[in-house]
């Protein structure tokens, strides 16, 4: 294992993320929607179905993403003949904010987190000629990776369902989706050879894989269950077609470099630093082992790994890896 000095570990890994991103696609045309305009209108439907009940025929939805000549999501809302509001848009996430912004401002309507307010009157407030709604930002991220500790890890698919819709409602098309890759994870380091007792003694438990994840710590509240690692695999399935189904573009977790102890046991030689301890563990539990970049070890996991996202998850292009959260990153 060894230090050096230079740019911190971190600045690197995110340039080469960057690097190889950029050298692929030098633009970011790549970058859309991959469901049909026709499964995100169904999807918009299906949504208000959840939310008004049947009121929600009294919506019609159209998705056509040629509505929108510069990228940038567009709804038009009017009012029809016999009373309904027909919202037409670039895409479904348009599509489902233009219905929302009427039903807040038009409705006094109101979607949270905690409780809804959809007394919706009869007959729908009518919309003077075309109301146009365009977003000022092509990506509206949302999300944070230690939400999926602090909240998101104990969801099952009817909370995830709905947290889904409300950001299909509020406008997100670029939301993180991590559930589920300790799973992928473990198919990795079973590939490079570490056993089974290697593999539980890195994972933590659920409410700390954020900081597992980030480096910070391994093995705390560990280790998972199979049937754990089976039903997020499983929920992030579905998590990954609903929000597809909208328009939206997943954010997929990628290699960061963080390593379970074992890959010193098979790769004595790789270039490892080892960490110092975070928020008062020692290292029984903290002190996690980092895989510098330039190691042709970091590309061969790396690569690994993003192959069996793909294979479980498809991809969007767009991945997201977190560390040195509340550490010192060691010099190179």
């Known amino acids: 294992m060894s230090h050096r000095s230079g740019h911190s570990l971190a600045l690197v890994v995110v340039f080469c993320l960057f690097v190889t991103a950029f050298c692929k696609f030098p633009t970011l045309d790549h970058l859309k929607p991959k469901a049909s305009d026709k499964s995100q209108s169904r999807a918009v439907v299906e949504l208000l179905k959840r939310l008004l009940g049947n009121r929600s025929t009294e919506f019609i939805v159209s998705v056509n993403r040629s509505l929108s000549n510069d990228s940038l999501d567009v709804c038009e809302l009017r009012s029809t003949r016999n009373n309904k509001i027909y919202a037409k848009g670039s895409s479904g996430v348009a599509v489902a904010t233009g219905i929302y912004n009427y039903l807040k401002y038009f409705c006094n309507c109101h979607v949270s987190w905690s409780g809804d307010q959809l007394d919706v009157p009869r007959p729908l407030p ?52 991590f559930t589920g890759q300790e799973a992928l994870w473990q198919e990795v380091y079973k590939a490079l050879g570490l056993n089974q007792s290697e593999i539980e003694e890195f994972f933590s438990g659920p409410a700390f894989l954020a900081w597992n994840r980030m480096g910070n710590l ?115």
């Open 126 to 177: 009518r919309v003077t000629g075309v109301l146009r709604i365009k977003t000022q930002h092509r990506f509206r991220y949302y999300q944070n990776v230690c939400t999926f500790s602090y909240s998101s890890v104990w969801w099952d698919w009817p909370r995830w369902e709905r947290e889904i819709d409300w950001m299909a409602l509020n406008g997100i098309n670029l939301p993180l989706a």
């Open 218 to 332: 391994f093995k705390f509240g560990g280790p998972l269950p199979q049937s754990w690692h089976v039903n997020q695999l499983f929920l992030q399935f579905k998590i990954l077609e609903r929000m597809r189904s909208f328009g939206m573009i997943p954010v997929l977790p990628a290699f960061s470099g963080n390593i379970p102890a074992g890959i010193l046991r098979l790769f004595p030689e790789a270039n490892v630093t080892r960490l110092g301890p975070w928020a008062h563990f020692n290292c029984s539990y903290s002190c996690s082992y980092v895989l510098d970049p330039r190691d042709p070890l970091f590309l061969q996991i790396g690569s690994l790994y993003l192959s069996q996202v793909v294979k479980q998850f498809g991809t969007d292009h767009i991945y997201n890896t977190d560390t040195f959260n509340e550490m010192t990153p060691p010099l190179l």
